[in-house]
């Protein structure tokens, strides 16, 4: 029952960002994940006060695993793994997306594939540090709840887990 009121509240969340400016945050597209093998997008849609964005750096929440990110013409992909987890092949704790620049107000998709785990949380926070030429947006806030996104001036994005 709980999912299922977390869904409903995602999808109202979900449609209040749909008729904010699309320069208001980064979201993720799609952001209900109902499998366990989920593929969203980070979507960029402005740069930093008038500057072009050059790099979109996503923080990856614990309990993802296999987390592929898409390539992005013009863009070179950097991943961040945390240590001591056996042969340098620790989890994936950082993707970046480096290059560009993307111009202020053009829109770019930034994807990521990635298996939720069965400890992963309900909702999944994604901080992601937007850096443009002159400046960077920090979306790292996380609200006590998806219905506070909007409350918040710099919300992460976020997915919600229905997968398990």
Request: hydrophobic content about 45%.
């Amino acid at each position: 029952m709980r999912r299922v009121a977390v869904v409903l509240v995602a999808a109202a969340v979900a449609i209040g960002v749909a008729a904010v400016p699309a320069s208001a945050h980064v979201v993720t597209t799609p952001n209900t994940a109902d499998t366990k093998f989920f593929h969203t997008a980070f979507r960029v849609g402005h740069g930093c006060a008038g500057s072009p964005t050059t790099a979109v750096r996503v923080q990856i929440p614990e309990g993802l695993h296999l987390v592929t990110p898409d390539p992005v013409p013009g863009w070179e992909v950097q991943v961040t793994r945390a240590h001591g987890q056996g042969h340098g092949f620790g989890r994936i704790t950082e993707v970046a997306w480096v290059g560009g620049p993307l111009p202020d107000h053009d829109v770019q998709l930034f994807g990521l594939g990635f298996r939720i785990g069965r400890k992963a949380p309900e909702v999944l926070w994604f901080p992601t540090v937007q850096q443009c030429e002159v400046g960077e947006s920090d979306w790292v806030q996380i609200p006590p709840s998806v219905e506070e996104w909007h409350n918040v001036p710099n919300p992460a994005p976020y997915v919600i887990n229905t997968a398990w």
